[in-house]
């Protein structure tokens, strides 16, 4: 079958690999239909060393399952699948509560040699905990917003759950690309009357007002947060969602805060610490990692299948899986927010 491979930064390929099969009785085969490229992949686009073996990439998908393993029940072949960017076996204590992506059998697809989602197929260890059936009436309209759920969408919402987003309150949303505009969805979604985010590239701060931003701070640094604190009367906000990962992004959320504020991190971390001084005075909370998707989609799906948040708006460049390569160079160049892969005809 074919698969993305990545071989070292700007070195993705798409190559032959060898078919997708059952290997644990708790296993499924999902044939990819609609995959994507995530800005976490471009963490690694940009700097990974050489590797003759490469790694498989992508960890967001939806699909059909084509086999299961003897000891799945709950997932049958034929069910079209939301696949969450993390397995979890379903039956652990953190699995139980909601919180898929500290799972004690789990881990993440894409990454550490496991296989990758920008592929034709992939195998799905745990099915019957990882994988959500939606068997419902979709058309083909749907099918980026339920890609969304399998990552971003989700991701958009743990960064506001995390901040304590809420009615009434004030929200920033630090980052214009895919995670912030769902962020941007997962605020106004909640409840916020105040949504400032932060952001320079005109097609996505456009994207992100008609999602239910209130302003747009294209400021960066001292000016950017001078920019904030002058919308909110000198106190900052009561949310930030950081959606970037950056030692800069992250300074910049402890400084537009409010006192007693709350500040949900997703942003995969590319610092070493967060200003401890600050967030103690300030009496910040400081919460968030790696969202667990699957606790998330059955409060979410309702709202997509009904067209109340359309966040498959994200994605603004759809390709096949052969195009793959051409699709990370366009992210990483900011001609692209998010891009999907068609990986089999559906």
């Not at 609609?34 to 990439?57: E, T």
């Not at 004030?170 to 979604?189: E, F, H, M, P, T």
Request: proline share 5%; aromatic share 6%.
């Amino acid at each position: 079958m074919r698969a993305a491979v990545m071989y070292g930064a700007g070195d993705v390929r798409v190559v032959d690999v060898p078919d997708a099969t059952l290997v644990e009785p708790t296993d499924a085969i999902v044939r990819v239909t609609r995959a994507c490229i995530c800005g976490s992949d471009l963490w690694r686009y940009r700097d990974m060393a050489p590797d003759a073996a490469g790694q498989s990439m992508g960890h967001e998908a939806i699909g059909v399952v084509e086999a299961v393993g003897r000891e799945v029940s709950r997932i049958r072949v034929g069910d079209t699948v939301i696949m969450p960017f993390a397995y979890s076996d379903g039956r652990c204590h953190f699995c139980h509560e909601g919180l898929q992506t500290a799972c004690v059998h789990g881990g993440f697809f894409g990454w550490g040699g496991f296989n990758g989602a920008q592929a034709e197929a992939l195998r799905i260890p745990f099915a019957d905990g990882t994988l959500y059936p939606f068997n419902g009436t979709t058309d083909s309209s749907q099918w980026a917003s339920l890609l969304s759920l399998s990552d971003v969408m989700g991701t958009g919402h743990h960064a506001a759950r995390a901040a304590r987003v809420g009615a009434g309150r004030s929200v920033a949303v630090i980052g214009d690309g895919a995670v912030g505009l769902c962020g941007v969805i997962a605020a106004k979604r909640l409840g916020a009357e105040q949504i400032i985010l932060l952001g320079r590239h005109p097609d996505r701060v456009a994207l992100g007002r008609e999602f239910g931003a209130s302003d747009i701070v294209g400021e960066r640094g001292e000016e950017g947060i001078e920019k904030i604190m002058s919308l909110t009367e000198g106190q900052g906000v009561h949310s930030v969602l950081e959606c970037v990962g950056s030692d800069t992004s992250m300074a910049s959320a402890v400084a537009i805060a409010r006192p007693g504020g709350a500040i949900g991190r997703v942003g995969v971390p590319h610092y070493e610490g967060i200003p401890a001084g600050p967030t103690f005075y300030k009496n910040l909370v400081v919460a968030g990692g790696p969202a667990p998707v699957r606790a998330y989609i059955d409060e979410l799906l309702p709202d997509v299948l009904e067209g109340r948040i359309q966040p498959g708006r994200v994605f603004d460049r759809t390709i096949g899986l052969e195009e793959t390569p051409d699709g990370y160079r366009a992210m990483e160049a900011r001609e692209a927010i998010k891009v999907m892969i068609r990986a089999a005809a559906s």
